[in-house]
């Protein structure tokens, strides 16, 4: 069985840390917390998380600030931001600023650490309305879509790909698509290695890219 994911929160209410502790501390292990950026980035530091929940706006910067100052100390930490916020441009900015991801906090500790564990293995994970947020906002800034690439895909893997691009689990996609879990993972192998790509994350990337959110 593999170590439990290594946990930094960072969030300004003491409150809110010690309930995200207490939900996750039997199924991560919360390396430590922190109330503000320069005390997130000497964490960071010093215990080298796989994974930092980071919230969005702090009296000394925020999530986004964390995010830049950590990686120019080199650390390779991967960030998941946890808000009550749901606004576009604080979602976008997290992103840009280089988090994998962003759920709210109405999330429930058990889908916390799925969405954890999923960030901590490269994909990228949203709540299934704010991923559109991110795809339209790359898909604006993309060139032509690559059409040769596409068609490589059957109408069944595309469909799967554009859930996985909304942020929708395999679980989820399922049931939107009435197959199997076990069919849409199958699915998902296909199109990794025809796009050749190794990850969710990547998958994503590279929807957004070519503005697949939409059938």
Sequence with gaps: MSAATRVVIVDDHELFRAGVR???????????DAASVEA????????AP???LVDVHM?????????RRAAEAGSDARFLALSVSDAAEDVIALIR?????YVTK???GPDLAEAIERVR??????SPRLAGFVLDAFAGESPAPGDAELDQLTPREREVLQHIARGYMYKEIALRLSISAKTVEA?????????????????????????????
């Excluded at 207490?22 to 430590?32: H, K, P, R, T």
């Excluded at 997130?40 to 215990?47: D, E, Q, R, T």
């Excluded at 009296?59 to 986004?64: L, S």
């Design 97 to 101: 600023a280089g988090a994998r991801g």
């Design 50 to 52: 796989e994974v930092v």
């Design 22 to 32: 207490a939900e996750l501390e039997s199924l991560v292990d919360i390396a430590g």
């Design 187 to 215: 699915h998902v192998s296909s199109v990794l290695r025809k796009l050749q790509l190794s990850s969710r994350h990547e998958l994503s990337r590279w929807a957004a890219e070519r503005d697949l959110l939409d059938p």
């Design 59 to 67: 009296p000394d910067g925020g999530g986004a600030e964390v995010i």
């Design 40 to 47: 997130a980035v000497a964490l960071i530091g010093s215990v």
């Design 106 to 108: 109405t999330i429930s």
């Design 121 to 126: 293995e490269g994909d990228a994970v949203f």
